[in-house]
């Protein structure tokens, strides 16, 4: 039996900082996934199917002149429609809700329904810093979020905090949305045999203010007076890699390494070999939050029990005391008080990490969030037949 096909439209498919997506786009069984981009990444990417990919721009003014008369003037080119209808798609399913904007009149062209999810920051950054930003979508997106609102099928959000911010600050009518958590493949990220790394300590993330680096180097010069032999391993880029460097060196010393980023197979590595995981972020003035945070996910996929702050939507992922520690909001000597309880204490890190591995597979197990989603497709289909009175 032929699958039924849907249009995944993201910006740039994939930077690899979007494997979520990428999950989501190619993890599906009973719907086949064509992925519409308006232009290639431009750094670490994770390359989709060439057969099930078109990219409109590939540079160039024509490219360019295209990608901003479809952003700008709403005029989706034709050769992105030819291609569209060509598939015979279900529906249109946008990833982050700017590109929702940009996607809704591809979805009337087509006569199909549109599904828009919201992923983290184009959801929780205020209007003031949106239409302060570099990214002409994101500034777009304020102008056309009622039509939007009213026009899109369903909204997909990963977490009870990221829908209560899409629908008090967006106005996103509460119906419409789904909550549908990312999930995580349990074959992919279990336990191996190699022995962790006591005294270990793994970060991975951007290097920007938001993820609070800066508040663990602050929390493990506090540790490092109980404990001289903890080490720290960074993995992640940003713009603040030259300073959380200069800084680590001067908390840590040797004791710190800096790898950049890296790819998923290289942080699974790192993660059999950690002991503790941390990733401090905090709620930006301009809104950013964690709305989930996957790699907290990854951690105790792999019975590394995770320590943050209790920040956006992470409470919802690490359950403080049973699958991990939430320090209150930049409380530097909480979160080291939790890391050196880890660090003290071996058969309560053990019983954490067994109960972080169950918690995900009862509730972030990658198999059942994406059969959730094909169960939303089949809904918005059937209700888009029923108003249109054609059989599906």
Same mark, same amino acid.
């Given at each position: 039996?032929?699958?039924?096909?849907?249009?995944?439209?993201?910006?740039?498919?994939?930077?690899?900082?979007?494997?979520?997506?990428?999950?989501?786009?190619?993890?599906?069984?009973?719907?086949?996934?064509?992925?519409?981009?308006?232009?290639?990444?431009?750094?670490?990417?994770?390359?989709?199917?060439?057969?099930?990919?078109?990219?409109?721009?590939?540079?160039?003014?024509?490219?360019?002149?295209?990608?901003?008369?479809?952003?700008?003037?709403?005029?989706?080119?034709?050769?992105?429609?030819?291609?569209?209808?060509?598939?015979?798609?279900?529906?249109?399913?946008?990833?982050?809700?700017?590109?929702?904007?940009?996607?809704?009149?591809?979805?009337?062209?087509?006569?199909?329904?549109l599904i828009v999810s919201?992923?983290?920051?184009?959801?929780?950054?205020?209007?003031?810093?949106?239409?302060?930003?570099?990214?002409?979508?994101?500034?777009?997106?304020?102008?056309?979020?009622?039509?939007?609102?009213?026009?899109?099928?369903?909204?997909?959000?990963?977490?009870? *905090?990221?829908?209560?911010?899409?629908?008090?600050?967006?106005? *996103?009518?509460?119906?419409?949305?789904?909550?549908?958590?990312?999930?995580?493949?349990?074959?992919?990220?279990?336990?191996?045999?190699?022995?962790?790394?006591?005294?270990?300590?793994l970060y991975v993330g951007?290097?920007?203010?938001?993820?609070?680096?800066?508040?663990?180097?602050?929390?493990?010069?506090?540790?490092?007076?109980? *404990?001289?032999?903890?080490?720290?391993?960074?993995?992640?880029?940003?713009?603040?890699?030259?300073?959380?460097?200069?800084?680590?060196?001067?908390?840590?010393?040797?004791?710190?390494?800096?790898?950049?980023?890296?790819?998923?197979?290289?942080?699974?590595?790192?993660?059999?070999?950690?002991?503790?995981?941390?990733?401090?972020?905090?709620?930006?003035?301009?809104?950013?939050?964690?709305?989930?945070?996957?790699?907290?996910?990854?951690?105790?996929?792999?019975?590394?029990?995770?320590?943050?702050?209790?920040?956006?939507?992470?409470?919802?992922?690490?359950?403080?005391?049973?699958?991990?520690?939430?320090?209150?909001?930049?409380?530097?000597?909480?979160?080291?008080?939790?890391?050196?309880?880890?660090?003290?204490?071996?058969?309560?890190?053990?019983?954490?990490?067994?109960?972080?591995?169950?918690?995900?597979?009862?509730?972030?197990?990658?198999?059942?969030?994406?059969?959730?989603?094909?169960?939303?497709?089949?809904?918005?289909?059937?209700?888009?037949?029923?108003?249109?009175?054609?059989?599906?």
């Open positions: 039996m032929m699958r039924r096909r849907v249009i995944a439209f993201v910006n740039q498919p994939f930077p690899i900082s979007e494997t979520f997506v990428y999950r989501q786009c190619f993890g599906l069984e009973r719907y086949e996934t064509y992925v519409l981009g308006t232009k290639w990444p431009r750094g670490p990417a994770i390359a989709p199917p060439p057969d099930r990919v078109f990219v409109l721009s590939h540079g160039g003014f024509w490219g360019k002149w295209q990608e901003v008369g479809w952003k700008v003037l709403q005029r989706v080119p034709e050769e992105v429609v030819q291609w569209a209808r060509a598939l015979e798609p279900a529906l249109v399913h946008a990833h982050f809700g700017p590109y929702g904007a940009i996607a809704l009149p591809l979805a009337k062209r087509l006569g199909v329904p919201f992923h983290g920051t184009d959801a929780t950054m205020k209007d003031a810093y949106v239409l302060r930003s570099s990214h002409m979508a994101h500034r777009l997106y304020v102008l056309h979020r009622r039509r939007l609102a009213h026009a899109v099928t369903r909204v997909v959000v990963q977490s009870e *905090f990221l829908r209560d911010v899409v629908t008090l600050q967006h106005g *996103f009518p509460p119906e419409k949305i789904s909550i549908i958590r990312h999930g995580i493949d349990l074959d992919e990220f279990k336990p191996s045999d190699c022995a962790y790394t006591w005294g270990h300590i951007r290097l920007v203010e938001r993820k609070g680096l800066h508040f663990l180097l602050e929390a493990m010069r506090k540790v490092k007076t109980r *404990f001289s032999d903890v080490r720290l391993t960074v993995i992640g880029d940003g713009p603040m890699r030259s300073r959380y460097e200069n800084m680590a060196r001067s908390i840590l010393g040797d004791s710190v390494t800096f790898l950049g980023a890296q790819p998923q197979n290289v942080v699974r590595k790192y993660l059999e070999q950690a002991y503790l995981f941390c990733m401090p972020s905090i709620t930006m003035p301009s809104g950013e939050a964690e709305t989930l945070g996957v790699v907290f996910l990854e951690a105790m996929a792999m019975k590394v029990p995770p320590v943050s702050f209790r920040s956006g939507g992470i409470p919802e992922v690490i359950l403080h005391g049973k699958t991990g520690y939430l320090a209150a909001e930049k409380n530097v000597d909480e979160l080291a008080q939790y890391l050196t309880l880890l660090l003290e204490d071996e058969a309560l890190r053990n019983r954490m990490g067994e109960a972080g591995r169950q918690w995900v597979a009862q509730e972030f197990n990658l198999k059942r969030q994406n059969a959730k989603l094909e169960a939303l497709y089949d809904e918005v289909i059937a209700e888009h037949a029923r108003t249109h009175g054609y059989a599906w």
